[in-house]
């Protein structure tokens, strides 16, 4: 039984074309008050899951790209939602 989908929608690498949009969602839960910490952890990809996809990839050499991509997309991600955070001018919070 696979446990990857054998295609990946258009609607889906097409939101990977806007990773400022993310970034905003995540930005807002922060100025919500969730810890910039742990919505750094939710925005990052796991090592474990890393790994699953590695794994998945050697199986499967079209799944590379796709992975390849969702890794850097949720990278840009990361580093738009930590210049906003480090721009608002808020401490942040420590919980």
């Known amino acids: 039984m696979a446990t990857m989908p054998q295609f ?3 609607e889906v690498v097409q939101d990977l074309d806007f ?3 993310e970034a905003a969602f995540f930005y807002g839960l922060f100025l919500r008050g969730h ?3 742990q919505l ?3 925005i990052e990809v796991p090592a474990a899951v890393l790994l699953k996809w590695h794994r998945e ?3 499967d ?3 590379r790209d ?3 991509r969702m890794v850097d997309y949720r990278r840009h991600v990361l580093a738009i939602f930590d210049a906003l955070v480090g721009s608002d ?3 942040q919070r420590v919980q």
């Open 8 to 10: 990946v929608p258009v």
């Open 19 to 21: 990773p400022q949009r």
């Open 35 to 37: 810890s910039a910490d």
């Open 40 to 42: 750094r952890r939710d």
């Open 57 to 59: 990839a050697e199986r």
């Open 61 to 63: 050499p079209q799944l």
């Open 66 to 68: 796709i992975f390849t």
């Open 89 to 91: 001018g808020l401490p």
